[in-house]
Antibody, heavy 123, light 102 residues
Framework: EVQLVESGGGLVQPGGSLTLSCAAS????????MSWVRQAPGRGVEWVIN????????SSVDSVKGRFIISRDNAKNSVNLQMNSLRDEDTAIYYC????????????????WGQGTLVTVSS | DIPVTQSPSTLSAFVGDRVTITCRAS??????LAWYQQKPAQAPKLLIS???RLESGVPSRFSGSGSGTEFTLTISSLQPDDFATYYC?????FGQGTKVEI
């Protein structure tokens, strides 16, 4: 079955760190751009960060630049999100998502999502 | 990234109604726009990519149209399973969402 499963969420104090993991099955993450997308409680959806198929290109939303790092673990067919210097406003459900890029050069959508993992930043 | 703006934010409708949601971009994005459906406690689900391409398994009552700066998602005959929140997306930007309620 083609799926993504996130893990690693939890409660962390402001200024703390947390690492999320996204395990893929049914396909190889090496062949896709992969993203993390988040949704604060009761709010809309926000793209956070992504990584291209070979790990050479990364981009992120301005609010997490210098704090969040995305990486691959090829042996585990997974994608990780290391979150540092966490703030209250980072509280959200974090989804791992696969990017649809039929032509290879532009994001046409996110065609596969995990179930999400909740990150709560609070003292 | 080019911002996209959705309207309305909330829409009340009856089963069987034809429903239209609009998404506008601040400048031309050609046809690089996707639409999602999200139900409570679920991840968003991709319905339409490239403005009008219906994804596999999505009912044909859903359709997308538009290009440039103005796009629409249409549900031709609203079904009970369609009450949800809908988002448009271009690259790294999502619209604010439209909640379709009874």
């Amino acid at each position: 079955e083609v799926q993504l499963v996130e893990s690693g969420g939890g409660l962390v104090q402001p200024g703390g760190s947390l690492t999320l993991s996204c395990a893929a099955s049914g396909f190889s993450t090496n062949n896709y751009w992969m993203s993390w997308v988040r949704q604060a409680p009761g709010r809309g959806v926000e793209w956070v960060i992504n990584l291209n198929h070979d790990g050479s290109v990364r981009s992120s939303v301005d609010s997490v630049k210098g704090r969040f790092i995305i990486s691959r673990d090829n042996a585990k067919n997974s994608v990780n999100l290391q979150m540092n210097s966490l703030r209250d406003e980072d509280t959200a459900i974090y989804y791992c998502a696969r990017e649809l890029r039929r032509g290879g050069y532009i994001n046409e959508g996110f065609d596969l999502w995990g179930q999400g993992t909740l990150v709560t930043v609070s003292s | 990234d080019i911002p996209v703006t959705q309207s309305p934010s909330t829409l009340s409708a009856f089963v069987g109604d034809r429903v239209t949601i609009t998404c506008r971009a601040s400048q031309s994005i050609n046809d690089w726009l996707a639409w999602y459906q999200q139900k409570p406690a679920q991840a968003p689900k991709l319905l339409i990519s490239k403005a009008s391409r219906l994804e596999s398994g999505v009912p044909s009552r859903f359709s997308g149209s538009g290009s440039g700066t103005e796009f629409t998602l249409t549900i031709s005959s609203l079904q009970p399973d369609d009450f949800a929140t809908y988002y448009c997306q271009h690259q790294g930007t999502f619209g604010q969402g439209t909640k379709v309620e009874i």
